[in-house]
């Protein structure tokens, strides 16, 4: 089968091995129908988590084995083992045991075909289409923001970053209710958040923005958390969504003397995404900036690299 993997570099095969379900009886082969390329993809090629294998994460697809067969299907990414004390407390994305697709021995959805545990596995509504679907792994993550901070209507909300995840982390933020700005550098990207009624500004215009109760950082940027924590106000909360592979330091007084509390924020609900892209709750079709087959993985990753991008896919299946 085609697929895209990280070796040295990004390296398209033409014949890479299909996979097979014969190790696990509860796996299903998922024929890709489009994929996308998100920052993690590009932090890994820098070097985050050591990945070697098939890339991607972000995917759309039918499953042609188990109980969904001649369904679409999009995956959560956690692999976890279900039998661990982290599992038994609910805690599956923190599983010791887990392999994550595309990013952690899995090899992942930039080729023709991959293998995805059945209880990872989430129908597809038929109003929500490939190019939406595709956007159900980042969608979630966003969603896991208000399953960690208790938002209310009316909280000040400031997003860091006006990037794909930056606009959806918004997006939701602000079906919430929340009072959401946006600071970024790009004034076409954040054309896009206006055009949802969603207040903006340029990182160099930001003056006297006042303080807010919650800070979320997807900047992509070692600068996100220091930027960060001069916007948000005492005993407040910031939220990191910001994966990069530079070392990062920093003064930690600031966290002490405003007592900031600080909270990691990765995968979060699926049902909840789906939910919010088949009511239409959340746009995403404006994100997409461009399309490639398999093969010109080397244009698809360069441009996801370029300043004007949001999302790149591939077109697979």
Do not use: W
Request: aromatic share 4%; proline share 5%; with cysteine.
């Amino acid at each position: 089968m085609k697929a895209i993997s990280l070796e040295d570099g990004i390296v398209f095969h033409a014949n890479y091995a299909d996979p097979t379900t014969r190790d696990c009886a509860e796996s299903v082969i998922v024929r890709v129908l489009k994929a996308g390329i998100c920052e993690t993809d590009l932090q890994l090629c820098q070097g985050y988590m050591g990945f070697r294998g098939v890339l991607g994460h972000e995917f759309v697809g039918i499953a042609e084995t188990g109980p969904f067969s001649g369904k679409r299907v999009v995956g959560e990414i956690n692999c976890y083992c279900h039998n661990c004390d982290f599992c038994q407390r609910g805690l599956k994305s923190h599983c010791p045991n887990r392999t994550v697709i595309g990013i952690l021995n899995h090899d992942g959805a930039f080729a023709e075909r991959l293998i995805v545990p059945q209880r990872n596995l989430h129908l597809v509504p038929d109003n929500v289409s490939d190019d939406e679907a595709v956007f159900v792994e980042p969608v979630a993550a966003a969603c896991r923001i208000p399953e960690q901070v208790s938002v209310s209507a009316g909280d000040r909300v400031i997003v860091l970053g006006d990037g794909r995840l930056g606009n959806l982390c918004a997006q939701v933020l602000n079906h919430h209710g929340c009072q959401v700005t946006v600071v970024g550098k790009h004034s076409y990207k954040l054309d896009l958040l206006r055009s949802l009624n969603i207040d903006t500004v340029l990182l160099n215009d930001i003056g006297a923005l006042p303080a807010a109760d919650v800070v979320v950082d997807c900047t992509g940027s070692p600068s996100g958390l220091p930027t960060a924590l001069q916007m948000v106000r005492p005993c407040g909360t910031i939220v990191l969504k910001t994966t990069v592979a530079a070392e990062q330091t920093m003064h930690m007084a600031p966290i002490v003397i405003d007592e900031i509390r600080i909270i990691g924020s990765r995968c979060g609900p699926f049902a909840d995404a789906l939910g919010l892209l088949s009511s239409g709750a959340v746009q995403v079709r404006p994100l997409i900036s461009d399309r490639f087959p398999l093969e010109d993985c080397g244009a698809a990753f360069e441009r996801a690299t370029q300043k004007d991008a949001l999302k790149v896919l591939f077109d697979i299946g």
